[in-house]
């Protein structure tokens, strides 16, 4: 067996996580493969298919040497005898368990591409999130070819988007689960070494494959779940005068508890949370579990909620009128430091402003082409820009929905001036300064604080 590694699916999970093996993987040979040319080709130029801090310094630093990007997956399995597999699980659109289940089409013709181009043994490694037994299905298809042996190891990925790099240098654990067996913990052992090139001992925990599977949905449900928890106390705190930001301090400060996630803001995005409950939902309906799907379901029900609420708040503090409008929308991507627009709040709030008749100046700094085709063909007066004073400008509201930095640091005195008065400011993620920003003269509200000294008005 050789060392090579090769990766289908260039991704946000594929990308990333094959730059990171080959810095400190310098004696392997990393290929990653795509069915998808134009990626591929963004791979291979100077702007990468994806934004990431610290990612284009590492690609650029390893390309060429230990680090290849191509579509000719043929080539790359007879090269590398580990496989790992990053192609995109999304949610079914059609057929049984549509909305729910996840497609696996592209899980299966992979399965079918590894089997007919292998030339020797392969160990096969699961990196994206799947519903659980789905090892199974690759060892049957694999299985039909007689000459060669296939382990299949499931190696779920905990990279946020964001610190995608920091995730990988510094996770906080590597799991990797496989099978039971001679061969099955020979196979676990040989991916524990890529991993023990920079990551210590203690850190890769080794399970059995169901396990592995199963963690990596339960963990993302964890944390959408503890989202969904202090968005639904955010509600609360809006009618009963308590602080979000204040209940979630106190709160995190119990160890049992902890700080992260407690972050209120207009609802989980992303590609991952959603899909991965619903998955969970379907699952748990499957195997009869109705209660356990229920519970799971309220989740994703709150997060819709949340936004819903935002919208409510809008136009009750807008004199229940948004129609032409000009609202300033600040932040398009899912959360800070990507350029990543899957699921993000911002379409649905975009979708409902819409919809109410307002006009629409979005700004982000790096989803604006993303937001351009999330929006595409729908109806109303949408302006792209990349100046958020340009997107201010006689706009009559801004709604915060991403927490850039930059967002932070804006003259909001000059903001202010060439906005259209009462200006009004809803920070969906209570990242400003709100007593600034009241003084400067701003009718303005955070989430799940106090409205108090809003100009709200009776009905919605
Ligand atoms: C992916 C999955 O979407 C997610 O479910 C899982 O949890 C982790 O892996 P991500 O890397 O964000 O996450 O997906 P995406 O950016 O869509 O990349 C998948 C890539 O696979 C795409 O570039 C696509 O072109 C490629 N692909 C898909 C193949 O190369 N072959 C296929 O047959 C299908
Ligand atoms: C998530 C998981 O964190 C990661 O382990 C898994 O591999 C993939 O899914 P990601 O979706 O990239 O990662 O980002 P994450 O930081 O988890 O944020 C997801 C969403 O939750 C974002 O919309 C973010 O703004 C929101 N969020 C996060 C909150 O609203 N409040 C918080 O306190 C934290």
Same mark, same amino acid.
């Given at each position: ?21 080959? $810095? ?18 963004? /791979? ?6 994806? !934004?990431? +801090? ?11 040497? #230990? ?19 990053? *192609? #995109? ?9 549509? &909305? ?6 592209? /899980?299966?013709?992979? @399965? ?5 181009? @292998? ?35 499931? #190696? ?27 061969? &099955?913990?020979?196979? *676990? ?31 993302? @449900? ?52 959603? $899909? ?5 939902? !379907?699952?748990?309906?499957? !195997? &009869?579990?109705? $209660? ?52 993000? +709040? ?71 001036? *060439?906005?259209?008065?009462? @200006? ?25 604080? +106090? ?10």
């Amino acid at each position: 067996m050789n060392k090579n590694i090769c990766c289908i699916g260039a991704g946000y999970i594929g990308g990333p996580t094959m730059a990171v093996i080959a $810095k400190y993987c310098p004696d392997r040979t990393i290929m990653v493969v795509d069915i998808n040319q134009k990626r591929i080709d963004a /791979w291979n130029s100077d702007h990468l298919p994806i !934004y990431e +801090p610290g990612l284009d310094e590492l690609v650029k630093k390893y390309r060429g040497k #230990n680090l290849f990007f191509s579509t000719n997956s043929v080539e790359a399995i007879k090269a590398c005898d580990i496989i790992f597999v990053g *192609v #995109n699980t999304p949610t079914k659109t059609f057929g049984r368990g549509a &909305g729910y289940a996840s497609d696996l089409q592209y /899980w299966e013709a992979t @399965a079918r591409n590894i089997a007919a181009a @292998a030339n020797g043994d392969k160990i096969v490694v699961e990196k994206c999130t799947l519903p659980v037994r789905t090892a199974t299905a690759m060892e049957r298809i694999l299985s039909e070819h007689k000459e060669y042996h296939f382990d299949v190891i499931s #190696n779920p990925e905990f990279l946020a988007e964001g610190s995608a790099i920091r995730d990988l240098e510094q996770p906080d654990r590597v799991l990797i689960g496989g099978h039971q067996t001679p061969e &099955g913990l020979k196979a *676990v052992e040989r991916i524990a070494d890529i991993y023990a090139a920079w990551v210590p001992r203690e850190k890769i925990l080794t399970t059995n494959v169901w396990s592995s599977e199963l963690t990596k949905l339960a963990a993302n @449900a964890m944390l959408a779940q503890r989202i969904s928890s202090i968005n639904a106390f955010s509600a609360l705190c809006e009618e009963t005068g308590a602080d979000i930001d204040e209940v979630a301090m106190a709160m995190g400060l119990d160890k049992r508890i902890g700080p992260a996630f407690l972050k209120s803001g207009p609802g989980f995005g992303g590609s991952c949370f959603k $899909k991965d409950i619903l998955n969970l939902v !379907y699952m748990c309906e499957s !195997y &009869g579990l109705q $209660k356990v799907a229920d519970y799971w379901r309220q989740v994703v029900l709150i997060n819709d909620y949340q936004q819903e609420r935002l919208l409510s708040n809008i136009l009750k503090t807008m004199f229940n009128t948004v129609a032409n409008k000009k609202i300033a929308i600040f932040g398009f991507a899912f959360k800070a430091n990507t350029g990543d627009t899957r699921e993000s +709040p911002a379409i649905a709030i975009c979708h409902m402003l819409l919809e109410e008749h307002a006009q629409l100046a979005i700004t982000d700094p790096k989803a604006l082409t993303h937001a351009q085709e999330d929006l595409k063909g729908y109806p109303g007066n949408i302006v792209f820009t990349a100046d958020p004073y340009e997107a201010a400008k006689d706009a009559d509201a801004i709604v915060v929905l991403t927490e850039w930095d930059l967002f932070k640091t804006l003259d909001y005195e000059r903001i202010f001036k *060439v906005m259209r008065k009462p @200006a009004f400011c809803f920070d969906a993620r209570n990242c400003l300064d709100a007593v600034k920003l009241k003084q400067i003269g701003f009718q303005f509200r955070g989430i799940g604080k +106090p409205s108090s000294d809003s100009t709200e008005t009776a009905g919605h």
